[in-house]
């Protein structure tokens, strides 16, 4: 029971390189979300997709673009990295059978990345 | 402007003694609040939630309570253990596909 898979696991980038971080999740989720954690940060809303074709914007979405590619998978990109990005990334997917704003996140194990 | 705020950074207790994580928001439009738990080197799990019209919300050792009037919540862990240290994400959602975490509380428990 793999849940919600992504890759890399780690990743280390220079300055202006661009990258996509992998996400796919097999419960057959509708909604899935792109997060970063930063020390004393907690977890910031970077991009989150309600259903498939559909994509909007969280708290941080500056210098990130995300892509819904069908139902299981979403990516997310960093076009010009900078050493701002260098974060924890979490991609998280919703129960639909819970409803729509009280369902429980499951998370990834995270991507750590590195821009220097 | 954060709007869910987790004033403690940290917290320690001895085993076996109640634990207690505060968790303050400021949007009135938040419905649903939830717990995770988080280890190092993993993702966030999900712990326990309640829904705003409720104020409290127990699940074996762990209850949430909900002060609607003073936009705040708090998560009692009792009795804690040593298997309860990690990092604890407050969080809430309003009508809608967002959830908004808090910083992080890192709770410690000693044997």
């Known amino acids: 029971n793999a849940g919600v898979t992504q890759t890399p696991k780690f990743q280390v980038l220079k300055t202006g390189q661009s990258m996509t971080l992998q996400c796919a999740q097999d419960?057959?989720?509708?909604?899935m979300y792109w997060y970063r954690q930063d020390p004393g940060m907690g977890l910031r809303l970077i991009y989150y997709?309600?259903?498939?074709?559909?994509?909007d914007k969280g708290e941080v979405p500056n210098g990130y673009n995300v892509s819904r590619l069908n139902k299981r998978e979403f990516s997310l990109r960093l076009e010009s990295a900078a050493p701002s990005q260098t974060s924890v990334y979490f991609c998280?997917?919703?129960?639909?059978?819970?409803?729509?704003?009280?369902?429980?996140?499951?998370f990834g194990e995270g991507s750590r990345l590195t821009v220097l | 402007d954060q709007q869910v705020k987790q004033n403690s950074p940290s917290l320690s207790v001895q085993e076996g003694r109640i634990s207690i994580l505060n968790c303050d928001y400021t949007n009135s439009m938040f419905d649903y609040f939830l717990w995770y738990k988080k280890y190092p080197a993993e993702g966030p799990t999900f712990l326990i939630s309640?829904?705003?019209?409720?104020d409290k919300n127990e699940d074996g050792r762990f209850t949430v309570f909900l002060n609607k009037s003073a936009k705040h919540l708090s998560l009692h862990i009792v009795p804690s253990q040593p298997g309860d240290s990690a990092v604890y994400f407050c969080?809430?959602?309003?009508?809608?596909?967002?959830?908004?975490f808090g910083a992080g509380t890192r709770l410690f428990v000693k044997a």
């Open positions: 419960m057959n989720h509708n909604s």
């Open positions: 309640i829904s705003s019209i409720k």
């Open positions: 969080a809430a959602s309003a009508r809608g596909f967002k959830t908004i």
């Open positions: 998280a997917s919703r129960d639909p059978l819970a409803g729509a704003n009280t369902g429980e996140l499951f």
């Open positions: 997709s309600a259903s498939e074709g559909t994509t």
